[in-house]
């Protein structure tokens, strides 16, 4: 009903039909979430192309779990109370904790022995430690010897021009340094066994590296085949020739003659290059420091 004559006021509500709309901003959320999972995933796969096996290999020892006997030494976690190992901040992430958690690493005398195995006395697991650490010990000597003599190749500039001539490598046999011809800069003259002033200079100066270590040294000399591929009857006796006078000046420079156990000529029959023996890079002298046997304790029966 009007009041006072007015018209009466009319309210008219509208509403929007369809069925069919955007459905607000859900959709954006759903979407930047998907973007983001697929930018995740793209980024994994780049992550997965660049690391090397050793540290794929750490991450997943470092996300496997770790099996191993309770204890109520130390803290009774998971290390229960054993250290990460002697490298301390040197170590090698994981793989340090992995060998002392090993089965292996256990007290042989532990338990059963499994699969038939004797079990290793005291005296045997003593003598595998200590042959173990002799062994640690060795290749560190190794890695700084060959360190000291590149070291000597970039500082003396007598040397440096010289470093294409020498190879330093790592060989069952131990610490193997070869004095080794390039195209127009050879370490003897051809066909005579007295090394020229080149390769002098060159065993003078690992003379200095043999000198720090305790180890026995082999040389042994190699030839390379001529140039139809023959391999001739003196290169036997050249080789070996070659290696003797390489001894003598090792001695004359300082090393000691009681270090030497070995001395031949091995021709061309080891080939630094086996796809091309002609390639002067085959006529070299190859210098071995060679790995020594520790000295394992006595029998308690002897």
Do not use: C
Not at 142 to 158: I, K, V
Not at 233 to 248: G, N, P, T, V
């Amino acid at each position: 009903m009007a009041v006072g004559g007015d018209q009466p006021i009319l309210i008219k509500k509208i509403k929007k039909g369809g069925g069919h709309g955007h459905h607000g901003g859900a959709w954006k959320v759903a979407y930047a979430d998907f973007v983001t999972a697929m930018m995740a995933f793209f980024l994994l796969m780049w992550l997965i192309n660049t690391t090397s096996p050793e540290q794929k290999r750490g991450i997943a020892d470092y996300f496997a779990p770790a099996s191993v006997s309770e204890t109520t030494s130390g803290a009774g976690g998971i290390l229960g109370g054993s250290a990460l190992g002697s490298d301390g901040s040197k170590s090698a992430g994981s793989s340090d904790v992995i060998e002392e958690l090993a089965p292996s690493s256990r007290n042989p005398n532990d338990g059963d022995a499994k699969d038939g195995a004797k079990p290793m006395t005291a005296e045997e697991a003593a003598a595998a430690q200590a042959q173990a650490a002799a062994a640690k010990q060795e290749e560190a000597a190794f890695a700084s010897a060959a360190q000291s003599l590149r070291q000597a190749m970039q500082s003396m500039p007598e040397l440096a021009e010289l470093s294409k001539n020498i190879i330093i490598d790592e060989t069952p046999e131990g610490l193997r340094i070869q004095l080794v011809d390039q195209e127009g800069r050879s370490m003897f003259n051809q066909g005579t066994a007295a090394p020229n002033d080149r390769a002098k200079l060159l065993l003078r100066a690992v003379s200095k590296v043999i000198n720090q270590l305790p180890n026995r040294i082999s040389v042994y000399g190699h030839t390379s085949a001529s140039a139809n591929g023959a391999k001739p009857e003196s290169d036997w006796s050249l080789s070996s020739a070659r290696a003797d006078a390489s001894r003598k000046v090792l001695q004359g420079a300082g090393v000691d003659a009681d270090r030497v156990y070995q001395v031949s000529g091995k021709a061309g029959s080891e080939p630094l290059y086996p796809d091309d023996p002609t390639l002067p890079g085959n006529r070299r002298i190859a210098i071995v420091l060679l790995r020594e046997a520790p000295v394992l304790p006595p029998s308690p029966g002897l």
